[in-house]
Every structure is written in C-alpha cells, then in structure tokens.
C-alpha cells in the first residue's frame, strides 16, 4: 500500500536539486512565460522560440468602443486579484511602479512581471473579440 | 525588466505576506494528510490478518497499475473542476481507505482499502505542487519563488511523515496495530477543512490548450531516439523502482526478524527522514565529481548484501536507511543528468515518462519479488535487489564517463530560458527571439528598456511582422486600459478590484 510513498521518491527525484526547472514536471506546468509556451516553436522545429503562428492583426479599434470596453471590463474581472490589483493602479490610475509596489507589499520586480502576465491576458482576451473568427 | 536592475534576483525571489499567508491552509492540510499512524506497521498488521509476502506484493502489481490509469482523468478533473475540490475528494479518500483498511480482517477487504488509497494517491500527486505554483504566479507574477515554496511544503508533510512514524510506532505497541488506523480517520477528515479554506488560484483556467499531440510526439521522440536520454530515463526508473520496492517490502525483513511493533516507529521514521536529507546532502556533495559518484556507488553496492546476510534488526534498518539514502541521492543526481539531456520545453514531458516506466517496471517487479520473499525469505530476495543495484552502479558509472568525456552542457542552454522569472539575463550573444519579446514588451512599451535592449528588440521587430502585430496590440490594450479611469460612467469594475 506504500506504493505511493515510492512516487513520492521518484517525484522528489525528479524535482532535483536546486534549480531544477524538471520541478514543473506537472501536466499543468504550462505557463513559464507571459504568452503561453504552445504558442511558440519547440526546439525540435525549424525557429526555436519563434511563433508558431502569428497573432491576428485587429482591425483598427477605438478605445470609446463599447463592446470593446465591457470585454476588457469582463477580462479584468477575471484575472487573479492581486494582477488586478497592479493593472488597476497602474495602468488604470496611471500612479508608478514604486507606488504600486509599495502599496502592495510587493517588490518592484514582481509588480512589473505581474503587469507582463496581466497585460499579455488582457491582450488575450481582446483578441478573442477583435481577431476574426475568435482567433488569437 | 527586473532581469537589468542590480539585485533583481533578490527583488524577484522575496516572498510577499500575501503569499506566505495564502499558503498557510494548504500546509495545515497537507501535514494533516501526511499524518497517517498506520503506514510504519502496516506490514505488521497486514501479517497478522493474513497476508503472506506473495499478497502483498500481488496487492502492490495492483496499485501500481491503478495509479497512473487515475492520474490521467484527475487531472482532467482537476482543471475542469476545482482542485480544491481534487484535495478534498483525495482526503475523502484517505479516511475512507483508514477506515476500511482498520475494520479488515482478511486480505480482500484489505486490498479494497489499498485500491482506495490509490485513489486518494492520484488525486493528490502534482495537485498540491500546481496550486502552489500557480498561487505563486498570482501573487508575485514570477516562479521564483517557487521551489523555496514547494520545498516548505514537502518539508512539512516529511515532518509529519517522520512524526506520526514514531507515534504511530508507539501507539501500535501500546494498543495494536489496528488502532492505528482507526486514529488516523480524524485526521484526514480535518484535512478537509484546511483544504476547504484555502483560497485556490484560479489561474488554470484561464489557460491556452496546448497542441498536446504534437508535443507528446516530440517527448516520445527525445525518449526513444536519443540513446544519451534513454539511459538517464532508465536510471531514473530504476532509482523510483528501488526506493518504491524498499519502503514496499523493507519492513518484511523485520517482520521475519520478528521485530516488536514499536521498533517500526523509528525504522519508517529514518526511512521517510532519507527524503529529505538526501536533497540535503546532495547540495552539499559536488557530484560533478567522478570519484564521489563512484564512492557512492559502491556504498550502495554494499548495502543489499547486508540485507542478504544478517540477521540483526538494527544491521538490517541501518542497511535500508542507507540504501534508501543512496538511491534519493544518486535519483536527484539522475534528474539534472536528464535535465541536461532533454531541451525545456519537453523535459516536464519526459519526467512524467519517467514516473510511468518506474510504475511499468515496479508492476512485475513486485509480483516476482513477493513471490521470492514468500518462497525462500528475505535473505534469498535480498539478491535481487543485489542484482538490481548491480545494473543502478553500471548506470552510473556509463554516465559519469561520458559527461567527464564531454564539456559541461549546462549554461548554453537556460539562459534564456525564462527571461519572465526576471533571474536569467538573457545572453547578449543570442538574437531575439519572438518568446523574449513577448517577456520584454512590458519594458519596451513603458520605455523602460535599457538601450541596447531597445535596439535589439526593434532590430527584431523590423524583420518580425507577428511581433510587430502584438506589440501593436499591447499598446492598444493599454491605450483602453488607461481610458477606462477617462470615462468612468460604469465604475462597478473598479470599486472590487481590490477584494
């Protein structure tokens, strides 16, 4: 009946030392970058770190567009609270880094990777409205 | 970007009160789960209801083949659902086969309670280490912190491996085995509650679908092509394998030395101790180093023909506790040899192929071996495991020759490996590539980007029409983001953003 003693092993095994990126060896592990790492060529493909495919160009859209607005308002609804918490006060508000950060009990290294992930969600989001077909 | 402040490693590694205090539920439940009396005298107990050493290692060939034919639809359910909701059900599970696994008086009975516990054992493998990931990821928007997190996590559950180890060991010499699982039942049902406090990312769900089959035909390549690869994976598998079958079987070289139940506490204590002081002990020696491979391989050789000779308790568990030492030292030295091996974007694939073939390896293995056991006792088994390390020493040594053969691979390759983490400064000799952009564009946008960043990025989106498109379309999203506080007619978005 231990035998889940012993994957324990191999799973601490696996995790390694210190540095082992093998750690996120989870099927849910996907997310390592900003733009999710499916979307770029494997090592193994003709350009290595290079689209897979394009992103859909948008067609020109106003920022007074409503339907744009609500999609976005919906989006920021959606992303993990502390992320809206940074896009909020940052990007909304229009206040600094440093402000942010501080008032967040965050580094200021965290609040500007969190802006990338929030930002490249958000962008997501929009590109399911504005890229034809829902394409991303 | 982070990467080009100085101490941006530091800025990026500091764990925020947020987390730390997000994370606090999960621990509680996890060393509630990991509170199970009845695992140092399970084989005691399992002895005395009737199994012989031939059932035992029938009822482990079962596990071993219901496990990974479970992970796969938890994990589905773990993404569609709620992973909370996976804990619970785990814990669910865990008092349910306590439960059962006390009231049994015959092997069947037993066997269902086994089957059961590998439900809770599917449900909760990587599930605890994806929330922390995840949770880490919302709060600090990188995963450096990751591995100080998940290393907390699984000291915690090893110290309530190690503790309930002991006074499992105690309790079962004072009363009987039995009642140990009995105990054990509140435990995993107060797990629940932690689990059920715990505010779980929601991060997963926003998730891309990957092109799974294309990336489970790369994995499969790397692991059947590439000979240098197929080695390290069977050393991985044949570590797993070992460390599975000693804490398996180990304990019948006690029962057959008739040792009394409280000396199991101790003995499953320094067993489960080995986990963690083997990644201690493993950031201290330099593997790197031939010699000191060497030296431990045959440590390790020694071992089993101690098993197969004596016929002393405390020779015996000093025997298995440093075999087990070993084999974790000698598994992680194996993982960064296959993490050398295999390109990133595929090495969570082939770890996972790993943890399969220790399971395809250990079904047969335990069938025969509890065959041995029960047909010509421990000492004649204790061969096998002689002839198993044998084939674990050869490995290493293969190994260790062809990487003093070749120059260090380590270094090329990460560099760019997460420019998002903020940790690695990207190589300057290396072009841009569309992945970084999409890392630095926050910088670039904000204009932010040192200058020969700058230049780079914009020699790159010259040539580069997509990222030109997405660049265009993070400015635009900006743009709407910064006039939604212009018109602020619907202000019903703003007032929760901080809840």
Redesign the interface.
Known sequence: MKGWLGRAVANTVLRGGQGSRIARWSRWFRRTGPVADGRFQGSTDPYPRHWRQFPQPWPKVSTKDAAAREHLRQALSGLPPTWRAVVDRHDIAGRSDTDVAGELGITHEQERNILTRARAALRDQLAELLGRGGGR | ??AF?PG?ID??R?T???LARRLVPLQIGVALQGFMLW?PV?KLFQTQIGFNAASIGI??AL??AV?PLLEVPS?IL??RWSRNGILVVASAALAASSLL?GLSTGVVTYVI??MI??V??AM???TV??VV??AV???????EV??KW?GRV?MVEAAAFASSALIGGVLAGATSPRVTYYVTVPFALVSIVAFLRFDE????R??????LRQ?VA?TF??MTRIPQVRQVMLL?AL???L???V??FGPLWLVSLHAPAAAFGPYWAAL?AT?GV??YL??KLRLQRRGAVLLLAGLLAATPILLATSNSVIAVVAAQTALQLL??II??H???L??DAV??????GV??G??TL??ML?LPFSLGFGWLINAHGVHWAAWVLVGVVGLLVVLVAASTRRRAGTPEPTGAE?D???????TTQPAVSTDV????L??L???YVDGVLPTDWRTRLDQHLDE????S??L???R??????????A?PQ?PA??T????
């Open positions: 970007m982070s402040a941006a800025g990026a500091s925020p009160r947020t695992v399970e009822m482990a596990y071993a496990v994990g773990a993404d696994g309670a086994a516990l590998g809770y054992f909760n493998s990587g280490d994806s990931y995840d990821l919302e709060e600090t928007g990188t995963s990751y591995e998940i699984r990312p929601q991060l997963h926003a998730a891309e679908p990957v092109a990336h790369t390549t790397a991985a570590t797993a394998l460390a599975q079958a804490f398996e489960v986990l083997g990644g493993t950031s084999v974790a598994g992680i194996a993982g960064l296959l993490h390109p990133s974007t595929i090495r969570a770890s996972s790993v943890g220790s399971w250990f990460p760019l490996d997460d420019p998002v983490a903020g590539a569309c992945r970084d999409v890392a564009v926050t910088d580069c029409d997509g990222c498109t997405y265009q379309q993070i635009t999203t900006v743009e709407m983001l910064a006039y939604l506080n018109a619907r978005a703003h929760d953003v901080d809840r």
